[in-house]
């Protein structure tokens, strides 16, 4: 589990040059154009707190489940309103996470064999956690894009955490 945990601060420690590098890459990206409505900070800030706090939101514990499905459904009502188009910030989401996996293969910290079974442990969790941002984004967008009278936003938003418990709260 150290490992796991070193890949971890290896990613906080580095947040601002791979967000920038993420900025970089989601501005001049064809599938993510959208993005290019956001200033260049704006794009920072909003990837650069996530990365700086990847430990807390990788664990996994009773509880966080409730905090990464509300910020996540905030994430996907802001993209949204500013007119992203949902399939843009799903790939957002798939452009960050693939360059923190790269960014973690290119640095050598993988050096034996039992470092590939922590590193395929990372990989679970991060590809866990990113699997419920998306999913929770997309909700959040859905519950703009797709309004439907009387629906309770509260409501609807705890019955699709409790009915996911299986998925978000893994053993």
């Known amino acids: ?3 796991v945990n070193r890949f971890i601060r ?5 947040a601002e040059s791979l967000s920038l590098k993420w900025v970089d890459e ?3 990206n064809p599938l993510t ?6 200033s260049r ?3 920072h800030d909003i990837v650069f707190s996530r990365f700086r706090k990847l430990g807390e939101w990788v664990e ?10 509300r910020n996540f459904r905030e994430i996907g009502k802001e993209r949204c309103g500013a007119g992203i188009r949902s399939s843009e910030m799903v790939y957002s989401f798939m452009i960050e996470r693939d360059m923190l ?3 973690v293969q290119d640095e050598g910290v993988i050096t034996e064999g039992i470092d590939l079974n922590r590193a395929l442990q990372f990989t679970e969790r991060l590809n866990f956690f990113y699997d419920k941002a998306i999913y929770f984004a997309l909700v959040g967008y859905e519950q703009v894009a797709c309004k439907v009278p009387g629906d309770k936003e509260e409501s609807e938003f705890e019955k699709t955490v409790d009915g996911f418990k299986h998925w978000l709260v893994k053993e």
């Open 33 to 38: 154009e959208g993005y290019t409505k956001y």
């Open 101 to 103: 996996l790269r960014y």
């Open 41 to 43: 900070q704006e794009l």
């Open 60 to 69: 996994q514990h009773e509880g966080l489940e409730h905090d990464i499905a």
């Open 26 to 28: 989601v501005r001049s």
């Open 10 to 14: 290896l990613i906080e420690d580095h």
């Open 1 to 3: 589990m150290l490992l």
